[in-house]
């Protein structure tokens, strides 16, 4: 596909998907902090199982940078049992939290203060912190236009032919950012914000990894022109 239509596509997959199931009004969480600690839980996992963990951190009165910061590691890890891979998820809070509280003086603000490229090199130099989390925590907690790629984007881009399968994180990302560039709203934050969640919200209800639902799929109309060889080999309609 050429760059025009590319961007066409892309542009008019919001639209479908907006149309279909409203704004998002994501991420889901009550503070900034609140939005961080859930984008390192959510790693490989549902979201169900992360609101019981961030419920826990609630109860307990810990979910602020310093309280979470002072607990012991084994009671972090129990509290957060319910996300799943606890006790590697409970490190790569604590590394999260180092640099909130040791560094940033315990202010998100201090945290994503500057430029993107600036604030996203800080968070990518945590361990356990890799491209989809730190975009994640950029976009929804800093505001910072920094579009996420998940493997239901790859999934659905590939499937219409706007991206290669193999394409990088990097590569796919810039890819969105550059097609994505002219916002129905004025509001480049608001659509980046919300673009990914009407991904999500396709591939959970839809784009499944075997069998996709295309019938009912929102995405559907934009399937058509795409090579019917790699659609029929694939289960797509
Ligand atoms: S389910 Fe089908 S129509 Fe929907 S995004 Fe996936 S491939 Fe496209």
Redesign the pocket.
């Known amino acids: 596909m050429s760059n025009r239509s590319i961007e066409w596509a892309l542009n008019e997959a919001y639209t479908l998907m907006r149309e279909h199931y409203g704004h998002q009004h994501w991420w889901p969480g009550e503070t900034a902090f609140e939005v961080c600690v859930g984008a390192v839980l959510t790693q490989n996992t549902n979201w169900g199982n992360v609101e019981r963990a961030i419920h826990n951190l609630k109860a307990a009165g810990v979910l602020s940078p310093v309280a979470l910061y002072g607990l012991p590691l084994d009671r972090l890890s129990a509290l957060i049992r319910p996300a799943g891979y606890f006790n590697v998820k409970a490190v790569r809070l604590r590394n999260f939290l180092r640099l909130v509280v040791e560094e940033c003086g315990g202010s998100l603000e201090s945290l994503f203060a500057g430029g993107t490229c600036d604030a996203r090199t800080r968070l990518l130099a945590i361990s356990g912190i890799g491209p989809e989390t730190a975009d994640s925590m950029l976009l929804y907690a800093g505001h910072h236009a920094s579009f996420v790629v998940d493997a239901y984007t790859r999934?659905?881009f590939h499937?219409?032919g706007w991206c290669p399968e193999e394409i990088s994180y990097e590569g796919l990302q810039e890819l969105c950012a550059g097609h994505l560039r002219i916002p129905p709203n004025g509001d480049l934050l608001d659509y980046w914000q919300d673009y990914h969640a009407q991904l999500v919200s396709?591939?959970k209800d839809?784009?499944?990894s075997r069998q996709?639902?295309?019938d009912q799929?929102?995405?559907?109309p934009?399937?058509h022109g795409k090579k019917s060889g790699i659609a029929s080999s694939r289960g797509?309609?």
Do not use: Q, T
């Open positions: 999934r659905i499937r219409h396709v591939g839809h784009c499944r996709p639902r295309c799929c929102p995405l559907r934009l399937l797509l309609c």
